[in-house]
């Protein structure tokens, strides 16, 4: 019997558990290995287009800034900081707009001063190069370790799971595919992408598109910075071992979980490839490709909320693209909320009930 069971060990899960844990509570995280949070191109960066993003990434940066202590920033996965926007005059106003509004720091530079710093980009005469210097990027892989690693050495419970079912209740029992069950007052479903059908089997809809996102990684000579090619769509980190990692924008929608992570279709390489060779002035070599799933909402928002008719299970979904960078604080905002620390009311705009007539 446990006071908090956390299911899901993709970023949102651990961060709620890992929180869960420093407000003192007796936690099981219970979860599969694969997880979207692991396959994403890992990019964290506050170059978002809406004020609310970029503030729940800055949020997520500072967690991450407490979490590190003494490890080395490349112990974690990290493999690069700051990131650049490449984007027309028109866009590039509206982000130091916005960048100004959420306290950001930034700079902006033509495309002169900016092939000057950044001498492998290429850039058209009229585009401009917004930098700024707190983002990070990581290999995803890695970073999930660390946030594994700090879960169990701050005291979470993990079991390595399927749950196959939760009977709800004042004490709610989570029966296990591969041990026997586990009790818990309060559950936190972070499920991801596989929200939608664990709910669906208790009759609560929501409404909620799964689209499977590739990601790739090419060999290059170039020491790059991460950035985003807004005018063509693409964005791009630095990986290990002299590579590149990104993708463009391509996706195709995915309802069966057996395919979330399938390969890729070979003509979203293709586009990929010709939208990095756009900007990069030296010559690539393709090394991997692979996909997940990423779980969007009709009005891009993230889902958490409590389930309806059981206070004592709540749920997170809806991450879309920017899981992994927005994961971090809205895992923790959910563990606040859960153990009473924050209302439900701070999070309005992510509850259930704003879908209430599409439902
Ligand atoms: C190719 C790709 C690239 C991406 N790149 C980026 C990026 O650069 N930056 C960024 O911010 N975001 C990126 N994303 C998005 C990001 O990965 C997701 O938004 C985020 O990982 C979602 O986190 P989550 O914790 O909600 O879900 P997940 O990470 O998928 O975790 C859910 C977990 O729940 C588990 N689970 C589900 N059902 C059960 C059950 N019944 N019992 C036990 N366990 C269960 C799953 O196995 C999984 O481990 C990318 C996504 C993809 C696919």
Known sequence: ??????????????????????????????????????????????????????????????????????SRLEEIGVTCRGFISVEDSEEAEESAELLKKAGIDFKQFNSRDASERWPWLDLS?????????????VEADQFIDFLMNIAEKKGVR??????????????????LQRS??????????CLGAWTRDFLSKNGINIPTAILRCPAYRFRTANNITAFADEVYESYWRPGIDGTIVGGGYHAELVDDSSKFFNSPPRRFRSGAEKLLKIRLKNGIEFVEEWSGP??????????????????NVLFIDGLRGYGLMRGLALGYLLADIA?????????????????????
């Open 180 to 189: 026997c069950e586990v009790e818990a007052e309060i559950v936190l479903l």
């Open 294 to 311: 990423c779980s969007i909402t009709a009005d891009l928002d993230p889902l958490m909320d409590t389930l309806p008719g059981h206070e």
């Open 158 to 175: 993990v079991q390595e799971d399927w749950v196959e079912e939760v009977i709800y209740g004042e004490k709610n029992k989570l029966i």
């Open 1 to 70: 019997m446990y006071e908090f069971a956390v299911v899901g060990m993709g970023i949102a899960g651990l961060s709620a558990a890992i929180r869960l844990r420093e407000h003192g509570y007796d936690v099981v995280l219970i979860g599969d290995e694969k997880s979207a949070s692991r396959v994403s191109a890992g990019i964290i960066t506050l170059q978002l287009e809406n004020l609310k993003d970029i503030l729940l990434v800055r949020n997520s940066i500072n967690i991450i800034k407490n979490l590190v202590g003494s």
């Open 125 to 137: 005469e009229d585009e401009v190069v917004t930098y700024t210097w707190d983002d990070l990027s």
């Open 339 to 359: 153990s009473g620390r924050k209302d439900l009311d701070t999070v309005r705009e992510y509850r259930l009930s704003r879908f209430s007539s599409l439902l």
